[in-house]
């Protein structure tokens, strides 16, 4: 089973660009699996953020769009994620997951925290 | 798209059974025999319990369940047990534009 590991800087200024890479161990970007980015506000819920599969098929959360941009780099084997024009809103916990198909998340990484602040 | 609506808590005793409502609509929940559970334990990752309304993955305790009417999926937990004790999100399919769609989430409590 894949192992999913997320990183990046922990802080961010705002207006900034977040940008996190999840590392895959196990397996390969490359196999027929939706890779996720979701978000989690300190004590608050899950917000999903966009998929992107190897082939270049992306979809994002049309609330978020404007400001996200997916990608997969077959070569070093991770996914990465780059969300523009941060604010505080954007604080939280930043996860990496993957989707077998059937609109389920079937394993996450352990999440990283990206605090927005001057 | 509006998140998924749960009750903030719910609780019961070990043995006991307790079970989560995630009210959609009919464009996410209604809509496609899509919704997952996932249980999130303090500080850590969620874990999928419950896909395609009822099925669960493999090592998942058969004390957990799921079902659907309607706009409204559930989770029921049997025989609930201390480690139990987490939070549970549903999600769902909303449609080619927003594949995923989170509900509110519920802390369950095992007294």
């Known amino acids: 089973q894949e192992q999913l590991q997320e990183s990046g800087p922990g802080l961010v200024k705002p207006s900034g660009t977040l940008s996190l890479t999840c590392a895959v161990s196990g397996g390969s970007v490359s196999r027929d699996f939706f890779w996720s980015w979701v978000r989690q506000s300190p004590g608050k819920g899950l917000e999903w953020i966009g998929e992107v599969i190897h082939s270049g098929s992306i979809n994002y959360n049309p609330s978020l769009k404007s400001r996200v941009t997916l990608s997969v780099d077959k070569s070093k084997n991770y996914i990465s994620l780059n969300l523009s024009s941060v604010t505080a809103a954007d604080t939280a916990v930043y996860f990496c997951?993957?989707?077998?198909?059937?609109?389920?998340?079937?394993?996450w990484g352990q999440g990283t925290l990206v605090t927005v602040s001057s | 798209q509006s998140a998924l609506t749960q009750p903030p808590s719910a609780s019961g005793s070990p043995g006991q059974s307790v079970t989560i409502s995630c009210t959609g609509t009919?464009?996410?929940?209604?809509?496609?025999?899509?919704v997952s559970w996932y249980q999130q334990h303090s500080g850590k990752a969620p874990k999928l319990i419950i896909s395609e309304v009822n099925k669960r993955p493999s090592g998942v305790p058969d004390r957990f369940s799921g079902s659907k009417s309607g706009n409204t999926a559930s989770l029921t937990v049997s025989g609930l047990q201390a480690e139990d004790e987490a939070d549970y999100y549903c999600s769902s399919h909303g449609g080619s534009n927003n594949p995923f769609v989170f509900g509110t989430g519920t802390k369950v409590t095992v007294l």
């Open positions: 997951a993957y989707s077998t198909g059937w609109y389920r998340l079937d394993s």
């Open positions: 009919s464009s996410d929940v209604g809509g496609y025999d899509f």
